[in-house]
């Protein structure tokens, strides 16, 4: 079991930045991949961008390619997530996620067995 809690979230202004922060704890992340998804008001939950705890591979969505950065603390068992150049379009609640990602799946939600229970990023104009 891996229990997973994010913050950093909150409200900001279009072309501020926010870093969010996704502690887990329970079971070791070595074997796992962690991404974080976000979910707009009346939208699907979609892929942001992922990271092979393991090899430090990184993985994005092309819509926040150059906007968005995923890292992780080994130490800490935290992955970060810092968002540059806000826009109104990024407000969304978001969400990190753990699992044993395969065959490149990592924008499937199926891929990942745990989940937080997500942070609100509001982007205001």
């Known amino acids: 079991q891996v229990q997973l809690v994010e913050s950093g979230g909150g409200l900001v202004q279009a072309g501020g930045s926010l870093r969010l922060s996704c502690a887990a704890s329970?079971?070791?992340?070595?074997?796992?991949?962690m991404s974080w998804f976000r979910q707009a008001p009346g939208k699907e939950r979609e892929f942001v961008a992922g990271?092979?705890?393991?090899?430090?591979?990184?993985y994005y969505a092309d819509s926040v390619k150059g906007q968005f950065t995923i890292s992780r603390d080994n130490a800490k068992n935290t992955v970060y997530l810092q968002m540059i150049s806000l826009k109104t379009e990024d407000t969304a609640i978001y969400y990190c996620?753990?699992?044993?990602?395969?065959?490149?799946?990592?924008?499937?939600?199926?891929?990942?067995?745990?989940w937080g229970q997500g942070t609100q990023v509001t982007v205001s104009s």
């Open positions: 996620a753990a699992g044993p990602v395969g065959g490149g799946r990592w924008t499937d939600v199926s891929s990942y067995s745990w």
């Open positions: 990271i092979n705890w393991r090899a430090g591979n990184t």
């Open positions: 329970g079971r070791t992340l070595s074997s796992y991949a």
